[in-house]
């Protein structure tokens, strides 16, 4: 080993090597061979000394005993007989009720939805049937008769969650939840939205009670609205070219009709227009017609929770909420899908050294949530799978599915391809989207469309079929096992069914779709126009949604848009 180590690093002017025959005093050597190369040592400013020491000229120093006495635990924190009132007892477990979903309904049209996990945290929070496909450029308060705009609201009222309330302002409730050990979300989409509360069992109550005030009773401060309007500004400066790709994706599938925006086609993420007309007496306008009047559209729910003891809060703050939509507003209205592109040319990064990519997204409609094609399109697009050219892991993480086998793998110039899926209530997006260098930008465009082809034209495999529909009951049942995945999952299927399958139910979807199944779900989809987006520095490259359809009407099956 040690000749080795020499042979690397002391050369004789001779450049012939050294062997173990002809060792000496290594160090003296070195210092005379001053040429050395700098690419092997860029750090040093002269040859390095090599010096040998054998195991019997160690001397090992014995460390000496200590004459500390062994500490002591303070009485203050020493574990005491008598066992603390907020912790519950050890009981058998066959004396715990198995954990299962149970929903009431308050006399004022409140659900509550929960299960008992037996945690020392609970997840508890307030889903609601709004979101930023219910927003308006024009909305008249009844109220007050007065004008305002809506228009990026939801993500607004998203920044503001937890501030100010008629008893607390923000700092005090941030402190107070701090204390309870408690941390705080807040979500919007485009239909919904989440507010939650993460915190210790024993703390709940009072935690949940600072949730009501905060829903209910926030006072929204034109200071605040401000501070968060400048938040906005920042974040829509640094948007991911993903995220532009996949807003773009939404506006172009439900393109405006009779030339109004419609709903699904609304920005979801307050845009640089509307943000100037955002003002506090748009948020209170909105949730006046959509939050404080409409007890039928809150869900309260839990993990980690008794339910009795859930519906004791959900009474004592939502249940003397009354409706009253005589001056509402239509809520929802159906979207029809159109399709449609979208091309965004993007500035260049101020870092040079960052690489730069175009980011593709083929999508087609499909099923909404109420669809009975939503589990075989979820079985779908895990079957696709896809993500990042640059990815650690086997089978678990997807290696092994269709797109990663056929695109990741095969073409060098491939920084990702993946399927992805979106719902709403009545419609649905499906698709596939990349991202590669910017001259490679027509070759990833064909390379999805011929996805598509193939889909429609052969069965997928056994094998494939069977990995696709393991792997979508493994990550549906291990999220699942997190708290606030469940508490989501929870108050979303309620306020979106009015009920909520049980794991069982929903394995034995997954098990039942077949590759006949498959097919059709693919079949009929790619009948209708496709929605393109193209998102950027460089997008000259990209196909595009004419080009495109000429690529997929080659194909020998009949689509009806063509």
Not at 192 to 199: H, I, L, T
Not at 318 to 323: A, D, E, L, N, V
């Amino acid at each position: 080993m040690m000749n080795a180590v020499v042979r690397s690093v002391v050369r004789c002017p001779s450049r012939c090597r050294l062997r173990h025959s002809k060792g000496r005093h290594f160090a003296a050597q070195a210092q005379q061979q001053i040429p050395y190369s700098e690419n092997e040592f860029p750090d040093r400013r002269e040859a390095p000394i090599i010096s040998r020491t054998k195991a019997a000229d160690v001397v090992v120093t014995s460390k000496p005993q200590s004459n500390s006495q062994h500490r002591v635990i303070p009485s203050t924190r020493s574990i005491g007989v008598e066992r603390p009132a907020h912790i519950p007892p050890n009981v058998p477990i066959d004396s715990l009720e198995i954990p299962e979903t149970k929903i009431t309904t308050l006399s004022n049209g409140v659900r509550v939805g929960s299960m008992e996990t037996y945690s020392q945290v609970s997840t508890v929070g307030v889903l609601l049937d709004f979101g930023s496909r219910h927003e308006l450029e024009q909305y008249t308060v009844p109220s007050t008769n007065k004008t305002v705009s809506t228009a990026g609201v939801n993500h607004l009222m998203e920044l503001l969650a937890f501030n100010s309330t008629k008893n607390y302002d923000g700092t005090e409730i941030r402190n107070i939840l701090e204390t309870l050990g408690g941390a705080t979300f807040a979500q919007s989409s485009r239909e919904q939205m989440m507010y939650c509360v993460d915190v210790l069992r024993p703390n709940v109550n009072e935690a949940f009670n600072l949730l009501g005030e905060t829903i209910q009773s926030a006072i929204v401060q034109e200071i605040e609205v401000e501070e968060m309007k400048q938040v906005i500004m920042f974040q829509t400066m640094d948007m991911m070219p993903q995220v532009l790709m996949g807003e773009g994706l939404q506006l172009a599938a439900y393109g405006p009709m009779d030339g109004k925006l419609q709903q699904l086609g609304r920005p979801h993420f307050c845009t640089a227009e509307a943000l100037p007309n955002l003002t506090a007496d748009s948020v209170h306008a909105f949730r006046e017609q959509h939050l404080l009047n409409n007890p039928e559209g809150i869900v309260v729910s839990g993990s980690g929770i008794s339910h009795d003891a859930l519906v004791e809060l959900a009474e004592a703050n939502f249940g003397h909420m009354t409706s009253n939509k005589s001056g509402s507003a239509k809520s929802t209205i159906p979207s029809i899908y159109t399709g449609g592109e979208y091309r965004l040319q993007t500035e260049p990064s101020p870092h040079s050294a960052k690489e730069e990519f175009t980011h593709i997204a083929v999508a087609f409609e499909v099923g909404g949530w109420h669809s009975l094609d939503l589990v075989p399109t979820c079985v779908l697009q895990t079957l696709l799978g896809g993500g990042s050219s640059f990815s650690a892991g086997g089978p678990g993480k997807g290696m092994y599915s269709r797109l990663y086998r056929e695109i990741l793998n095969r073409h060098r110039w491939a920084e990702s391809a993946e399927a992805f899926t979106s719902f709403h209530a009545e419609s649905g997006l499906w698709g596939i989207s990349g991202s590669c260098p910017p001259q490679f930008g027509r070759e990833m465009a064909t390379t999805i469309v011929q996805q598509f082809d193939k889909l429609a034209n052969d069965f997928v495999t056994d094998e494939e079929l069977d990995r696709a529909r393991n792997m979508l009951k493994c990550n549906v049942l291990t999220q699942l096992e997190s708290r606030l995945v469940l508490f989501e999952d929870i108050g979303r299927q309620i306020l979106t069914y009015g009920k909520r399958e049980d794991a069982v139910t929903m394995c034995a979807k997954i098990d039942a779709v077949t590759k006949e199944d498959i097919r059709e779900v693919v079949r009929k989809a790619i009948k209708k126009p496709p929605t393109v987006s193209s998102v950027g520095v460089d997008i000259s490259t990209v196909p595009d949604i004419g080009q495109i359809t000429q690529m997929l009407g080659k194909n020998s099956h009949k689509r009806t848009w063509i």
